[in-house]
């Protein structure tokens, strides 16, 4: 299987490294998948992961890749779906923050539960995974805004704004739905491929 995570990864990011529309995007919407990777490698031996969480953290990654490729504002299947649906703007960048919701949602459990840190209810559980998921939310928001006053217009396709004003906070609010949803549909899932290491 570790073969397989790999060739896909490196499939998608040479692909998305030719002929991206903006060099500089895409090193912003791709440098956090590098980053995971570089953590991957590290901690694949000391801390390895479910296969769920793997499979995960791939999707999420090449997600980034494709914003990176083509910039989230362009993606071409949702500009065919913005002009199916007459919406106003490419959503594409709502799936990355769906997912930026989703995978932590199952990195953070998988912490929490392995490393013992929450003891008991389930409640507590999730509150604290969702806590910690809008926290990164909000972070990585706050990081599209330095960049932006760092580099002024270099950001502007970083941004992927596209002239909405709620932006930000719709950000973090498909976020925390990618959580919820993750945290409903996968945890039984990932309880039972935990267990080989509670």
């Known amino acids: 299987m570790k073969y397989l995570w790999l060739g896909i990864f490196l499939i998608a990011l040479i692909w998305s490294i030719i002929d991206p529309k903006d060099l500089f995007t895409w090193f912003l919407e791709v440098f956090p998948a590098l ?11 000391s801390f390895p992961l479910t296969p769920l969480l793997y499979i995960l953290i791939l999707l999420h990654m090449v997600i980034l890749m494709v914003g990176g490729h ?36 199952i990195l953070a459990r998988e912490i929490l539960l392995r490393k013992y840190v929450v003891h008991g209810s389930r409640l507590w559980l999730n509150y604290i995974i969702l806590s ?16 932006a006053l760092a580099t ?31 945290l409903i549909l996968l945890s039984r899932l990932h309880n039972r491929q935990l267990k080989k290491f509670l």
């Open 70 to 105: 083509y910039t989230y504002a362009e993606v071409p299947l949702f500009d065919w779906i913005k002009e199916i649906l007459h919406q106003s703007r490419n959503n594409y960048d709502k799936v990355g923050h769906f997912m930026q919701g989703f995978m932590p949602a």
């Open 152 to 182: 002024g217009t270099d950001a502007k396709a970083f941004l992927g704004t596209q002239g909405y004003i709620w932006d930000t906070q719709s950000d973090m609010m498909y976020a925390l739905i990618g959580a919820v949803v993750s």
């Open 35 to 45: 980053v995971g990777f570089v953590l991957i490698v590290f901690t694949y031996k």
């Open 132 to 147: 910690i998921v809008l926290a990164f939310s909000a972070f990585y928001e706050l990081v599209e805004w330095w960049v």
